[in-house]
């Protein structure tokens, strides 16, 4: 049924009565307030046709039902949803395999540059050739070295961490 075939002055108008003679009754049983909430809600009807806002109103719910109805009914439709989905779905892993491979770059790189900073050290000291104060340092720098492995076997990571810091800082002669 299109707009234009529907009377609409007698609908708002008979709509309007019926919600008044509610609205009597409700005031008769619970009192004034529901009377004059029921009043308010019984005027809208007839003054969305006053004003003009009855054919915005028909062509809001017009649209909402045309896209409800090719939303369910259409298969290409579907298969648009589907393909979001499957978007979403990547997006999630993509950002979990990320995730894994930082972790395995980071627990990688932590390890390799603790290995070869400690036995770079060492051996760049020995070949400076005039620092006799550098085998001092060293030494300090083998200490939190030395005591590595007992952190890590005790399991905790962030001291190690830490410790590797604190030797660097030593060999820079920041303390």
């Known amino acids: ?3 234009d075939q529907i009377t609409w002055l007698p609908l708002c108008a008979g709509l ?8 009597y009754l409700a ?13 308010a809600w019984s005027l809208l009807p007839l003054a969305a046709y006053l004003t003009g806002v009855h054919r915005t109103l028909w062509n809001i719910g ?16 579907w298969a648009g949803v589907a393909l979001a989905g499957l978007s979403a779905l990547l997006f999630f892993v ?12 980071r627990t990688a ?8 900073a400690g036995t770079a050290q060492p051996g760049a000291s020995g070949s400076s050739g005039g620092a006799a104060g550098r085998p001092g340092r060293s030494e300090k720098g083998d200490k939190p070295a ?20 604190e030797a660097i800082l030593k060999r820079r002669g920041i303390s």
């Open 94 to 105: 993509s950002g979990a395999l990320r995730g894994r491979a930082l972790s395995r770059a």
């Open 146 to 165: 030395a005591a590595k492995p007992v952190e890590q076997s005790a399991g905790n990571a962030a001291t190690d961490d830490f410790s590797d810091i």
């Open 27 to 39: 005031f008769r049983r619970r009192g004034a307030a529901a009377g004059l909430r029921a009043t």
């Open 109 to 116: 790189g932590t390890g390799s540059t603790g290995g070869t």
């Open 16 to 23: 309007t009565a019926v919600g008044i003679a509610l609205s």
């Open 1 to 3: 049924m299109t707009f």
């Open 62 to 77: 017009s649209s909402l039902v045309g896209f409800v109805t090719g939303l369910v009914l259409s298969p290409v439709v």
